[in-house]
């Protein structure tokens, strides 16, 4: 059977001991320390960020950016519906409403028009009913599996309404959308540096912004919200999401095989199109245009059942058998039971993609043997 392949998994570049061993050297373990500075300033240069606070998940980059953003119980946040729940979990956290937008069919990510058909109809409800709730806060825009967002779109109806963007790039690390790196775009950037993404910390995440006074206040949130005194005062509620010193170090050397990693993954995916090119019902997740560049984080493919002799459950179920490991697209959020009573607008659009898509392995570090196995199983499962 051979070993197992997985979708995505961590492919170390060489440096990152180099770092980690400076850290046990001097004995700097602890959270915050030379690695955590060295790599803040890295991402900066690697993304065109400004200002940047590492922390110990995306998740907790999107959770202190909501807050940041003033969001408080009653008030709504709107966010993508075809997404992971860490990119709406935040919004419960604080006790507002999740308002969750489709997606538009070429991207996969949040339909413009939709998010302005949902902003002006809560703005409708709240005026009906005199006191009926809180405001909407901000609108968190996912770029899906590397993909980025129709930005200007986005950003020209968040701009009409006044409402701030946090942009969820966990998966879109060196993707860039106009001929800037995904996250620059709006009020604030989420990363992701979990053990499945293009690089990885193990666990991990930033905050990025060209506010420099926000990234400090998240990077006092991020630290228990310790007041300047010599003993331990708290004038706010903090949170322990501070990135340590060791997994900074990792962070590092990933970060210089990042461009590297972007254009393995770019290749993979080339192969797969070469793959399939001649197999009919079979559609990938693609760049619309020339402002789009995705780093093709994973490759995803959709399967019309009706031409292409299959579908995507018989697929998975093939690889599974072989060891290889595939992974249905997200089922939006509109349709996850914890998140059932939430507004959401929808076209269809999401759950035709989940219902008949699915991830392919798409680590860099897949070796010529592991494409010859993909390679049989979906010649076997397409007849080619």
Not at 258 to 273: F, G, P, S
């Amino acid at each position: 059977m051979g070993k197992k392949i997985y979708l995505c998994s961590p492919h170390m570049g060489g440096g990152e001991m180099k770092y980690v061993k400076e850290a046990f050297d001097s004995n700097w373990v602890a959270p915050l320390g030379p690695n955590v500075d060295g790599f803040e300033k890295e991402l900066c240069d690697a993304t065109g960020a400004k200002h940047v606070a590492a922390l110990s998940s995306g998740t907790a980059a999107i959770h202190l950016s909501l807050i940041m953003l003033g969001v408080k119980p009653g008030d709504y946040v709107i966010g993508t519906s075809f997404t992971f729940s860490a990119t709406v979990n935040p919004i419960a956290y604080l006790g507002a409403t999740p308002v969750l937008v489709d997606s538009e069919p070429e991207t996969w990510n949040m339909d413009p028009e939709l998010l302005e058909e949902a902003i002006r109809k809560v703005k409708g409800e709240r005026r009906k009913v005199k006191g009926k709730g809180g405001e909407i806060k901000a609108i968190v825009v996912a770029h899906l599996y590397g993909m980025p967002a129709k930005m200007r779109e986005i950003m020209a109806v968040a701009d009409k309404y006044g409402i701030p963007v946090v942009e969820d790039a966990a998966e879109a690390l060196g993707s860039e959308y106009m001929g800037r790196r995904v996250g620059c775009n709006s009020k604030f950037g989420i990363l992701s540096f979990n053990g499945n993404k293009i690089i990885t910390t193990s666990g991990g995440g930033a905050l990025i912004s060209d506010d420099a006074a926000l990234i400090e206040k998240a990077r006092f949130l991020a630290t228990q919200a310790r007041d300047p005194a010599p003993h331990y005062q708290h004038s706010e509620i903090g949170y322990n999401y501070r990135m340590s010193n060791v997994v900074a170090g990792v962070g590092r050397g990933q970060l210089e095989v990042l461009d590297l990693r972007v254009r393995q993954h770019r290749e993979i995916n080339a192969w797969y199109r070469e793959l399939l090119k001649d197999v009919p019902g079979v559609t990938f997740q693609s760049e619309p245009s020339s402002d789009f560049l995705s780093n093709f984080w994973l490759t995803c493919i959709v399967i019309d059942p009706a031409v292409a002799g299959t579908d995507r459950e018989k697929l998975r179920l093939a690889f599974e058998a072989a060891n290889i490991e595939s992974r249905p697209l997200w089922k939006p959020m509109h349709l996850q039971p914890v998140f059932a009573g939430c507004p959401a607008y929808v076209n269809g659009t999401s759950e035709r993609l989940f219902n008949n898509g699915l991830c392919l392995p798409s680590g860099s570090n897949i070796d010529e043997d592991g494409r010859r196995r993909i390679a049989e199983v979906l010649k076997q499962e397409f007849n080619v």
